[in-house]
């Protein structure tokens, strides 16, 4: 069907008859052909000018100084005209972007004019618009084309750029025409090359970032630019004839429409070819044997690698928009959907009641289908983006200058701890490179890679800046776990997240009373000024049985310095202090504040504590009290009493007396100490520079390596058993982490239990050099899974055995990453000891036992990779696939922990900063920012001598374990006594703070009058941990209590 636009006239018929279309081709081609011939021939002439008449060396040696400046302007001037075509500055970028849309212009004026259908047109410049448009935009294109030749290398470089090629070819017909009032459509479709320069242009708008998006842009703009030029081509060649023909062959007016061309083009490159448009001319034949080889060969090769950018494109690029309504938390490091699917259920846990944030999570990987399926069901709180924290341009795409907190995960299983751990901190510094003000919470795996993040200057602790060490906190656990049975359940329970648990009447006794308090979190709340001026004993005593609230630290205000205070003996409580208790929820914490002693007094339904009017006129009594006392004490010519500091028990005491002139004087802090021995211990180290751990000059390794022989016949009781499985090349474990705070201070020297380390000689070797200045240790090179080895270090004389592994587990295989270790717990177990259990034949090898005494309740404790293999350990959870650790009796007995289960240490450290600060001051033994930095100068333990302020060191609270029935408490150990009474009576006898009852397994079956429970049927736990009992929990005679004991020097500890 014929495509007329409108009516030809008799003058436009005329002047297709007079056709001179070769004018313009010949302007066209002759212009870039002439250009390059008299590129050629200036460059013939050069040479032949050098052949025949040489520069002198005259004229080498002496440059005219004009000659000099004429050259340095040139440079001037073709660098800026670089710097302009270039796009690297803005005014460049902003010409680079203004050209390419005078050629999307000039494109479209080209497909107004072939919609008339004419190849040529007399037209005057006057009545024809889209002329004088293109006469406008032929101008601008060459002032850039001078442009480029001004900053062009040189002038081959100039001719021979696709920029040079489109202008020369099609800007000489648009002047002619003008001058000739004559037009021609001919070669202006070469302008559509021009979107070959649009991925530099997405470029300079930052739309295009990654390599592949580049990559596929030029591909596209590529074979884009190629169809356009072969349909004008096409279009031209079909519309205008054969010349040697008369064009007489020509297709009719409007009948192949540039579309149509465009259409061929398509159809042909893809070798489909339906037939309904084909070439007629001779020279349209021509091109389009020419066109299908080039086209076909162009798509064979271009349109795969199209296909496979398109279907590699990152599905998670952007940048994220906050609501503005709700804060958001910036999640990067080790994502995977284990590490995700965990971290989302304890951050979003229905126990943290509404936390209205939302979760952006950063990683250079794209997630699994697993992954993607998490995140599909978590799209509305959580956001994924693909890119890396190290690039500051990802860090703002997701908004990290602005995000609450940034939190960087670590991979536990990581065959290269330290690797992992200076990953982590990289990231920390290009964060804090790039917003110095946002919150970051990292996770590391050693302790000692905390030191680094000392040196980057936007780290700051009173920004809540926390640094997650879970060596540290792991091994501070199993640490206090020999200590204090069970603290390391107490702890995980504290610190994660498991909501109120459903107690079902079938479920066991230990598991009912277990799940009623598991619940239990530390949260932060300030102090009710009724509290102001009362101890620390008086106020944690009112909390518990008013409030039913465990009271456990203080902790000062930031502007005072932060510092927490576990169980301070005789600290009176400060104006806004802040409490950190255990509690069940934060309605619960709030009882502290709300609490007045006259509106609360008799309230028995802790329900009821709101708050007062009355509470407000508290703190104004306290300091009306205080300011007349000391005006009292000003009146009589008493200097005002500074504030002295009573939160622990000093080793020496401040004494007054009247001097004659009425003044009284504070006399200086005196040591009590024997004269005799102050001499002679103040020159000795008997402690570290911070005087918080035990010391001794340094031991190779080799003196203290003990040999089975020699284990056998030394006398071991009361010690603890820390059994290795490592290679000689395994990651190491910190082992400093879990023998300082079994050396801390706190604890009388002779009362440290000494620590004796199984495992190959060549492993322990690496960890020597930070356990040199630590005393009472010893080595045995052997294997734990050898009975040999156990029996000659006397576990079944041991305080604890804990069993460890350093090798790096297989999570391809769960099961089996725990296999060492579950099957020496078995093995001890299982093992009997008879009266002659130590005797060995002169081999070495064990004899045969006489008796079959069964030693399966030996106290040990597990570090397990994966929390399922609890099952291997526990018979009544054999069969279960899923097993939550928290929910089983390994756990709850204090045998068993996985590495997974501090995890919740990130969102407990988010939403309280202080829980994290509690929990390493209580399980390091009292290591603080001080011995931080010490240890940050490589030299290991640094001994300090005894002074006064030394030994203050040592008066700080630690954990013991209380057997109820042997203690100064034990009118308490009969049916019927409450835990509030014991808590109370403890804290005014001597500031012990009760934190938990370890319950006995077959007492608890004796009070369901059962009958006698056979040996090894509750599997390793013999006994289980009841955490922060309430109030009218019932005790019972065979309890033993998990306490926060105060310290006590030899005198005291003598009287």
Known sequence: MTHIPYNITEEQISCLNERQWWKFLLASLGTYFGAIFLYLLSKLIQVIFRMCCGPKPQREKSIPKVQLETSSFREEIEEWAAGLISGQTTTGRLLVMFLFICNIVAVVVYIIDTNSGLMEECVSWVDSLTLQIDFALGVIFTLGMLLRFLAAETTWNFLTELETIIDLITLPPLFLSVWYERTWIGLRFFRCLFVAGLPNVLVYLRLLTHSSSIRLAQLVANMLGGLLVGGGMFYLLENSGDPFHDHLNAREIGELRLAD?????????????????????????????????????????????????????????????????????????????????????????????????????????????????????????????QGTMLSPFDLQRVGAEKAAAVLVLCNKFSPDPSWEDAANIMRVISLKNYCENTRVVVQLLHYSSKSFLLNIPGWDWRRDDQAVCLNEVKFGLLAQSCLGPGLFTLASNIVTTTGIQEIKPEMPSWKKQYFRTVHKVILADTLSPTFVGSTFEEVAEICFTKLNLILIAVEARKYEGGEILICPRNKKISVNAIGLFLAESSDAAKRAWFYCRVCHENINDVTEIKKCSCKKLAKARYEYYNYGRDRNDQMNGLPPLPFTRHD???????????????????????????????????????????????????????????TRQEATVTMFAGHIIVAIFAEETSPL???????????????????????????????????????????????????????????????????????????????????????????????????????????????????????????????????????????????????MSDVELYKTLPFAGGVAMARGLLDS???????????????????????????????????????????????????????????????????????????????????????????????????????????????????????????????????????????????????????
């Not at 034949?285 to 590699?312: C, H, M, R």
């Not at 520079?689 to 035990?694: A, N, Q, R, V």
């Not at 002074?947 to 057997?963: G, H, Q, S």
């Open 261 to 385: 061309a465009l259409y061929w083009c398509v159809i042909t490159a893809s070798t489909v070819g339906y037939g309904d448009y084909f070439p007629t001319t001779d020279l349209g034949k021509i091109f389009a044997i020419i066109y299908l080889s080039g086209a076909i060969a162009s798509f064979a090769s271009n349109l795969p690698e199209v296909v496979e950018l398109i279907g590699n494109q990152p599905k998670y690029d952007g940048s994220f928009k906050g609501s503005g309504q709700r804060q958001y938390v910036v999640v990067c490091g080790n994502i995977n959907y284990e590490s995700v699917n965990s971290f989302l259920k304890d951050f979003f846990h229905p126990a943290r009641e509404d936390v209205n944030c939302e979760i952006v999570f950063l990683n250079k990987n794209e997630p699994d289908l697993e992954f993607e399926g998490l995140l599909k069901r978590e799209k509305t709180r959580v956001s994924y983006y």
């Open 648 to 706: 622990s028990l000093q080793p020496w005491k401040e004494e007054f007396s009247d001097v004659e002139n009425g003044l009284r004087m504070r006399r200086k802090f005196e040591v009590e100490m024997k004269n005799d021995e102050t001499k002679s211990d103040t020159a000795k180290m008997l402690y570290d520079s911070t005087g918080c751990f035990h010391w001794c000059t340094g031991r190779t390794i080799d003196e203290c390596t003990i």
């Open 733 to 879: 474990l910190g082992l400093r982490n879990l023998v300082m705070p079994l050396r801390a201070s706190n604890i009388h020297y002779n009362d440290i239990r000494h620590i004796i380390i199984i495992g190959k000689l060549t492993y322990i070797k690496r960890e020597w050099y930070l356990l040199k200045n630590l005393p009472k240790i010893s080595v045995l090179d052997g294997d734990p899974l050898s009975r040999a080895d156990l029996r000659a270090a006397k576990v079944n004389l041991c305080r604890t055995c804990i069993i460890l592994s350093a090798k790096t587990p297989e999570k391809s295989e769960p099961v089996l990453a725990d296999k060492e270790i579950i099957m020496a717990a078995l093995n001890i177990k299982y093992m009997n000891f008879g009266a002659d259990f130590i005797k060995m034949d002169e081999d070495g090898q064990e004899e045969p036992e006489n008796s079959d005494i069964n030693i399966h309740n030996v106290p040990i404790l597990l570090d397990l990779a994966f929390a399922n293999n609890v099952r291997y350990l526990d018979e009544q959870e054999m069969y």
């Open 905 to 1055: 240490l990130m969102s407990a450290t988010y939403f309280n900063a202080s829980a994290l600060r509690l929990l390493r001051q209580w399980v390091t033994g009292g290591a603080n920012i001080d011995l931080e930095k010490s240890l940050a100068e490589g030299a290991g333990l640094r001994g300090g001598y005894t002074t006064p302020k030394l030994l203050a060191a040592r008066d700080r609270a630690r954990v013991e374990e209380i057997v109820l029935r042997d203690s100064q408490w034990s009118r308490y150990a009969e049916y019927g006594a409450r835990f509030a009474d014991l808590f109370a009576s403890a804290l005014r006898d001597n500031g012990t703070l009760c934190l938990g009852i370890y319950r006995m397994l077959d007492e608890d079956a004796e009070l369901e009058e059962t009958s006698e429970i056979p040996d090894g049927e509750f599997g390793m736990a013999t006994r289980f941990l009841i955490g922060c009992p309430n109030n009218d929990t019932l005790l019972q005679p065979m309890d033993h209590i998990l306490a926060l004991v105060q310290f006590e020097d030899e005198k005291e500890k003598a009287e």
